[in-house]
Nanobody
Framework: QVQLVEAGGGLVQPGGSLTLSCEAS????????MGWYRQVPGKARELVGNMYTSNNEPNYADSVKGRFTISRDSAKNMMWLQMTSLKPEDTAVYYC??????????WGQGTQVTVSS
């Protein structure tokens, strides 16, 4: 089992920035992929970006490419999502995700990000 705890959500104006954090614990040696997803009511959860733990090279959804940055510190068991040039359409609940060998999806509780003036 892998436990994930997100933090850092909140209200931000359009064009602003926000950084989310994800603290991981548990059987982390089994994790081979980590990333961020987001979900708005009535829609499916969508990938924001993710990376294989073997190379830490993030892949991003086209909608956030150039604006969002994922980073990870394996020594601290932490992952971050830096969001800049935020738009109202970025409003969602953001989830930290870790995939373990065998394809088991592990999720955090989510943190709300609201982009509004």
């Amino acid at each position: 089992q892998v436990q994930l705890v997100e933090a850092g959500g909140g209200l931000v104006q359009p064009g602003g920035s926000l950084t989310l954090s994800c603290e991981a614990s548990g059987r982390l040696f089994q994790v081979y992929n980590m990333g961020w997803y987001r979900q708005v009511p009535g829609k499916a959860r969508e990938l924001v970006g993710n990376m294989y733990t073997s190379n830490n090279e993030p892949n991003y959804a086209d909608s956030v490419k150039g604006r969002f940055t994922i980073s990870r510190d394996s020594a601290k068991n932490m992952m971050w999502l830096q969001m800049t040039s935020l738009k109202p359409e970025d409003t969602a609940v953001y989830y930290c995700n870790a995939v373990t060998y065998g394809g088991v999806q592990n999720w955090g509780q989510g943190t709300q990000v609201t982009v509004s003036s």
